[in-house]
């Protein structure tokens, strides 16, 4: 946990298209990923996606992201060890689905061009535990990032 206190969200690290806020009066300003993205994006950018103020109601934002690293994971190599054999074609037709656009999306989290939030590794060790004991299974890989889901 110690190493995920440590990394600082930087300019490079934002995506693109990622909201930006510009409500200096939100009180949670310092700790929201969307007013700090804002803070930290270029002095040349003239346009883009934005959190309007209609978002922010009674003082609650529906777009508050905590600018706090999470841990993402990727690849599935060792995933399927504690299924029976004769439920492995299925128990990964079932985490196949969960991503609901075929095996595109799954090979690429398999192979890392996109990494799990720590909500999908829940949902997807979820989905393993209805075939067998999850105990000792892990991701391939993990790294500490922001999540700008």
Same mark, same amino acid.
């Given at each position: 946990?110690l190493?995920?206190?440590?990394?600082?969200?930087?300019?490079?690290?934002? #995506?693109?298209?990622y909201?930006?806020? &510009?409500n200096?009066?939100?009180?949670?300003r310092? =700790?929201c990923?969307?007013?700090q @993205?804002?803070?930290?994006?270029s002095?040349?950018r003239?346009?883009?996606?934005?959190i309007?103020?209609?978002a922010?109601?009674?003082?609650e934002c529906?777009?508050f992201?905590?600018?706090? #690293?999470?841990?993402?994971?990727?690849? &599935?190599?060792?995933?399927?060890?504690?299924?029976? =054999?004769?439920m492995?074609?299925? @128990?990964?037709?079932?985490?196949?689905?969960?991503?609901s656009?075929?095996?595109?999306?799954?090979?690429?989290y398999h192979?890392?061009e996109?990494?799990l939030?720590?909500?999908?590794?829940?949902?997807?060790?979820?989905?393993?535990?209805?075939?067998?004991?999850?105990?000792?299974?892990?991701f391939d890989?993990?790294?500490?990032?922001?999540?700008?889901?």
């Amino acid at each position: 946990m110690l190493g995920l206190m440590k990394k600082q969200l930087k300019y490079e690290n934002i #995506p693109h298209r990622y909201e930006l806020c &510009f409500n200096e009066n939100c009180q949670k300003r310092e =700790r929201c990923m969307h007013y700090q @993205a804002y803070r930290l994006q270029s002095e040349t950018r003239l346009y883009g996606p934005a959190i309007f103020p209609a978002a922010w109601n009674s003082g609650e934002c529906l777009h508050f992201r905590d600018v706090k #690293p999470v841990q993402k994971a990727w690849g &599935f190599s060792h995933l399927y060890d504690n299924v029976p =054999r004769h439920m492995r074609a299925e @128990a990964r037709r079932c985490v196949m689905d969960y991503f609901s656009s075929g095996n595109g999306p799954y090979y690429r989290y398999h192979h890392g061009e996109h990494m799990l939030t720590p909500r999908q590794q829940e949902d997807i060790m979820n989905i393993l535990a209805r075939f067998g004991s999850t105990s000792g299974l892990a991701f391939d890989h993990y790294v500490t990032d922001f999540d700008f889901t």
